[in-house]
């Protein structure tokens, strides 16, 4: 739930006729010519339900490389960024609006928000598949139309029936940004996991550390997860899983060499579980390989076109593997992975995985070092000028 009905509160200097005497600054990316636009505009008149927030950080999710590659489709132009954190500003409506759990927001109050807005009403909101509603509605991937809906902006406007959540006091801006894509992806996962198969003393596979991979490791390692095995090329985040709860780690090996070890781990039986981050299809392969008899594969990587999968329908049916593919998450398991967070952020050092930091208007720079450097996430402060 969103909106709830309540005592109407409109601070006297936030009035919903002052928001448009707000300046704002967004840097708009045009998918056509490949590159960023610094944008300053007066913001247009709310919507009823409508919240206008400030916002405090962004940081640069892997989509976001891609579609500034040019390796993902997006709209002509289009404020970027998802992974938000920000200050409630106000709103515009007869009643105060409400957080995820009911709870009328403040002015002033920290919060973040789902990256997907479903209209509660369709098939697929029906059929607890809000993310692919009929009228989907994405932070970050819309095109510009008068309000900035991303994260690359100094304000972003919150639609009607968005579900919201307040931020725990005790969660820094960097360490909880990337809670409504990475963290609540993971937490998704592993609620499809729990469907059907036991996490607790299981040995998982998890393929690919970056943001996501390091995240199932911590959330896997508290679920009890007996042996949690990571595998990436990249040496430097492969260790940095073992801060994030693996247990063994495979680093730049061949499948061949990757399923010997796996067999040893595994006492010749093959992992109980595999997750797949990476999207490649070697890595799909890896785990399609991997899992034993009656085992689980959850493929959540696969966001871009690659090479077909040599997966044989013999295979599956006399190995009687469940296969199920995972994109994006319900507004439940973003709860999930704010309640997950505030109980493990000091256990795991997600202080970390942000490598640098900056301002709005050097947007171009922080890209540049996210593709050459990558680090695990980027920042991106639109508030703030230093």
């Given at each position: 739930?969103?909106?709830?009905?309540?005592?109407?509160?409109?601070?006297?200097?936030?009035?919903?006729e002052?928001?448009?005497?707000?300046?704002?600054?967004?840097?708009?990316?045009?998918?056509?010519?490949?590159?960023?636009?610094?944008?300053?505009?007066?913001?247009?008149?709310?919507?009823?339900?409508?919240?206008?927030?400030?916002?405090?950080?962004?940081?640069?999710?892997?989509?976001?490389?891609?579609t500034?590659a040019?390796?993902?489709?997006?709209?002509?132009?289009?404020?970027?960024?998802?992974?938000?954190?920000?200050?409630?500003?106000?709103?515009?409506g007869?009643?105060?609006?409400?957080?995820?759990?009911?709870?009328?927001?403040?002015v002033?109050?920290?919060?973040?928000?789902?990256?997907?807005?479903?209209?509660?009403h369709?098939?697929?909101?029906?059929?607890?598949?809000?993310?692919k509603?009929?009228?989907?509605?994405?932070?970050?991937?819309?095109?510009?139309?008068?309000?900035?809906?991303?994260?690359?902006s100094?304000?972003?406007?919150?639609?009607?029936?968005?579900?919201?959540?307040?931020?725990?006091?005790?969660?820094?801006?960097?360490?909880?940004?990337?809670?409504?894509?990475?963290?609540?992806?993971?937490s998704?996962?592993?609620?499809?996991v729990?469907?059907?198969?036991?996490?607790k003393?299981?040995t998982v596979?998890?393929?690919?550390?970056?943001?996501?991979?390091?995240?199932a490791?911590?959330?896997?390692?508290?679920?009890?997860?007996?042996?949690?095995?990571?595998?990436?090329?990249?040496?430097?985040?492969?260790?940095?899983?073992e801060?994030?709860?693996?247990?063994?780690?495979?680093?730049?090996?061949?499948?061949?060499?990757?399923?010997?070890?796996?067999?040893?781990i595994t006492?010749?039986r093959?992992?109980?579980?595999?997750?797949?981050?990476?999207?490649?299809t070697?890595?799909v392969?890896?785990?399609?390989?991997s899992?034993?008899?009656?085992?689980?594969?959850?493929?959540?990587?696969?966001v871009?076109?690659?090479?077909?999968?040599?997966?044989?329908?013999?295979q599956?049916?006399?190995?009687?593997?469940?296969?199920?593919?995972?994109?994006?998450?319900l507004?439940?398991?973003?709860?999930?992975g704010?309640?997950?967070?505030?109980r493990?952020?000091?256990?795991?050092?997600?202080?970390?995985?942000?490598?640098?930091?900056?301002p709005?208007?050097?947007?171009?720079?922080?890209?540049?070092?996210?593709?050459?450097?990558?680090?695990?996430?980027?920042?991106?402060?639109?508030?703030?000028?230093?």
């Open positions: 739930m969103s909106i709830s009905a309540g005592t109407s509160v409109i601070p006297n200097d936030r009035k919903p002052s928001f448009a005497d707000i300046v704002n600054v967004a840097m708009e990316f045009d998918s056509s010519e490949r590159r960023f636009i610094a944008c300053q505009s007066k913001l247009d008149p709310l919507s009823e339900g409508q919240v206008l927030v400030r916002v405090l950080c962004c940081t640069l999710c892997g989509s976001d490389l891609h500034v040019g390796r993902r489709e997006g709209h002509d132009r289009g404020v970027l960024g998802h992974e938000i954190v920000g200050e409630v500003l106000g709103w515009r007869e009643f105060t609006p409400a957080d995820y759990h009911g709870v009328p927001l403040r002033g109050q920290r919060i973040t928000w789902a990256m997907s807005v479903g209209c509660e369709c098939f697929y909101c029906n059929n607890d598949l809000n993310q509603c009929d009228s989907l509605f994405k932070y970050g991937h819309e095109a510009s139309h008068g309000h900035p809906t991303g994260g690359l100094e304000h972003c406007v919150l639609v009607a029936g968005t579900p919201i959540f307040p931020v725990p006091d005790e969660l820094t801006n960097e360490v909880v940004a990337p809670v409504n894509c990475a963290t609540a992806t993971v998704a996962a592993l609620r499809l729990n469907q059907t198969h036991q996490i003393n299981a596979l998890v393929v690919g550390a970056g943001m996501l991979g390091l995240t490791a911590a959330q896997l390692n508290e679920a009890g997860a007996s042996r949690i095995v990571v595998a990436d090329p990249n040496a430097d985040r492969a260790e940095l899983a801060s994030f709860g693996a247990t063994d780690l495979i680093v730049d090996e061949t499948l061949d060499q990757r399923q010997a070890m796996l067999q040893e006492n010749g093959g992992v109980d579980i595999a997750i797949d981050f990476a999207g490649m070697t890595a392969n890896a785990c399609l390989e899992v034993r008899m009656g085992g689980c594969v959850v493929l959540v990587g696969s871009f076109p690659s090479d077909p999968v040599a997966l044989f329908p013999e599956a049916v006399r190995r009687m593997l469940t296969i199920r593919g995972l994109h994006n998450y507004p439940r398991d973003l709860d999930d704010l309640r997950f967070l505030k493990n952020h000091q256990r795991f050092p997600f202080e970390k995985l942000v490598g640098k930091g900056f709005l208007r050097e947007v171009e720079q922080a890209f540049e070092f996210a593709m050459q450097q990558r680090p695990v996430r980027v920042a991106v402060y639109p508030s703030s000028d230093s």
